[in-house]
């Protein structure tokens, strides 16, 4: 199956010099073709497919770059038949729209071995604001259609200019992933990453929740299957397992007592994909005040997990001190935000790095990690006050 991935933008964005970080990054040496859709523009002399209008040049790192001139479909078509790719990078004339070039691959996939991977486009940060106003419907149309946008330039646009620009750009499309991070902060693979992925913070820490859920559930049936049931010989073995499953020692321990505002979440993790017909056997007390939430959904089987948890995140280009951070962190623990269960971000430093954080009740994690494609917040628990955390974050 070869793989397709669209990158549009206007003239002058970035977009080759993406390409060429792609190509001799990530891609290298990957079977890859290179269309340089130009609407009958001639970009590059030579060679093969002229009856279906195709000018190709072989390029280096296994790279085959042709300009199409004439029947784009059939012109993909026969590229695809003759060569066979891994990969093609389609880069549409700076005018084109973005929703034409995708409706046509999509024509060609109906009948070809092909699945359009992804759709992107390239803004050059500086003149978004004149783009959007001179070349509305055909900048717009790249903006729209994009699942991600990849921002050139960033690096000389002021930040309070740069939000502008990324309100702007939400106006037009809410769930594209939006690249704020200059490109020289980046690799290539961070890139393609952002152009193939979701990239959600938010599923990211769901996903966490469920698998540590998933691994507890398992854990915690067998325990339940031989817990006082018989006496433990030398061979029983029932045990045997729970050398496998990661550090559940804790578990046992479960035989506590919970006081008033207890917010320990030693059972955070069972929210989801959890059998509760068991949970009333946990060997603990809940005072009146405990939100550990364990028996909060209980008399439903299994749920998918944002059902369960309220998720607040955001993307944001503000900058923090380390400081900042731990002050953030530390007043996550106020009861009156709701029940946080979890935290995650990867934001700017004002120092010019980047701040990775973690944060479960009484468990705050700070630390410097490399640079993502913009920077992001997310805090999942119940009843959250997300506008006081918004304003917590400054966001």
């Not at 590059?44 to 479909?73: P, R, W, Y």
């Not at 993307?315 to 953030?328: L, R």
């Amino acid at each position: 199956m070869t793989k397709i991935d669209i990158i549009s933008g206007f003239l002058g964005a970035g977009k080759t010099t993406l390409i060429g970080r792609l190509l001799s990054e990530p891609l290298k040496g990957e079977q890859v073709v290179l269309i340089e859709n130009e609407f009958g523009e001639i970009g590059i002399d030579g060679g093969f497919l002229k009856d279906a209008g195709v000018q190709i040049t072989e390029m280096n790192s296994g790279c085959i770059c042709c300009t199409l001139v004439g029947d784009f479909g059939k012109a993909l078509q026969e590229v695809i038949e003759t060569y066979h790719p891994a990969r093609i990078l389609i880069e549409p004339s700076g005018v084109g729209k973005l929703s034409d070039v995708i409706a046509a691959v999509q024509r060609v996939a109906e009948h070809e071995p092909v699945v359009l991977n992804s759709f992107v486009t390239v803004v050059d940060a500086q003149k978004a604001k004149m783009y959007a106003k001179n070349f509305g419907e055909f900048f717009l149309n790249q903006i729209e259609h994009a699942g991600a946008i990849l921002l050139s330039r960033t690096q000389f646009v002021k930040e309070d200019r740069l939000e502008q620009v990324v309100s702007l750009l939400r106006e037009h499309n809410k769930d594209a992933r939006i690249v704020t991070t200059p490109w020289d902060q980046l690799t290539g693979a961070q890139l393609l990453s952002v152009m193939e992925d979701s990239h959600s913070l938010s599923a990211e820490v769901l996903a966490e929740i469920v698998h540590a859920a998933e691994e507890h559930e398992h854990h915690h049936h067998h325990d339940h299957d031989h817990e006082h049931h018989h006496e433990h010989g030398e061979e029983c073995g029932c045990h045997d397992h729970e050398h496998e499953h990661h550090h559940h020692e804790h578990e046992h321990e479960h035989h506590h007592e919970h006081g008033e505002d207890c917010t320990c979440g030693c059972h955070e993790h069972e929210h989801e994909h959890h059998h509760h017909d068991h949970e009333h056997e946990h060997h603990h007390e809940h005072g009146e005040g405990c939100t550990c939430g364990c028996h909060d959904h209980d008399h439903h089987g299994h749920h998918h997990a944002d059902e369960v948890f309220q998720s607040w995140g955001r993307e944001t280009t503000h900058k923090y001190t380390e400081e900042q951070i731990a002050s953030i962190l530390n007043a996550l623990g106020d009861i009156s935000l709701g029940t946080i269960l979890r935290a995650k971000g990867i934001v700017a430093a004002t120092e010019g790095e980047w701040i990775h954080f973690d944060f479960v009740p009484g468990q705050p994690e700070v630390r410097r990690g490399p640079a993502d494609y913009t920077g992001r917040l997310c805090v999942i628990g119940a009843e959250l006050d997300e506008d006081r955390i918004a304003e917590l974050f400054g966001v």
